[in-house]
């Protein structure tokens, strides 16, 4: 398997992962929100503890940095070239970059008055541990699309398992939907898009669609230097999985019907990752094939 293409497999199981134990978290921690100061953008219908912002930048960080300073993943030869001190002194600076982003996530949190403060901070410890697990799974970068459904509906049935037990017991987990509604200074900015439901389906379609697009493309070595052997088919890639991404960003559905939504949100993020993964590099590598059988003609 290709270096890049397994790190970028752990960034989004990281992404995924981290996110539906953040919504599991907050069921089971009840954290409170600060609604007494509001922001459009921080009148959220979900519990407050620990932040998701927080643990979502954290656990990809982490996978970033320690991805790009570990030394068997380097693309340098630390011995060979002897640059050792010029590396230690990279790994000191990424992690300083990381530390500082860190910060500024968790302060605009607080300064938003989304978050307490010791939501911010359990949040950047749940990420690295997250990220950290991780990075000693193996399975992941050459698991089949039957494992990624399994997975997948593991994780849903999971999470709505266990919003009908404690609901079954009297617990409702939608509690803080009424304290938005009640103290949020308009109505308009409680946003059925930021309900925990909607977060979980969001993620659930995305690790979905990250298997399916792997399985599409038929992912292994000789594929992935077919899709990669030119700048010119890799940046055609890049650019126009960029543009439909875009598009497929402003596409939005009416949350009148809650179910209808839901699915609809789950279909666009699956969308999302078979786009890059699998759509975009086949049909621009058949186009380039063809261009090229009819030149050789």
Sequence with gaps: MDLLHNIG??????????DWLNLVLKWVLFGERLYWWQFSIACETGPGSPSGHAMGSAGVGYVMVTSETSKENHCFNITHLRVTSAFRCLQLMLWMLLG??????????????AHFPHQV???????????????RVQWIYSASLKKYVCVTLYLLFFAVGLYVLLKAVGVDLLWILAKAQKWCI?????LLDSTPFASLLRNMGTLFGLGLGLHLSGYNETAGRKHSSSISIRTGCIGVSLVLLQLLDKMTSSSSNQLLFYLLSFCKSAVALVLPTALVPGVICWISSKSKHEKDM
């Design 121 to 135: 901070i359990s949040g950047v410890i749940s990420g690295i541990i997250v990220a950290e697990i991780f990075s």
């Design 186 to 190: 308009s109505p308009d900015w409680v």
């Design 100 to 113: 500082l982003v860190e910060l500024l996530v968790c302060m605009s949190r607080v300064y938003l008055a």
């Design 9 to 18: 497999v752990k960034l989004i199981w990281v992404a995924v992962l981290g």
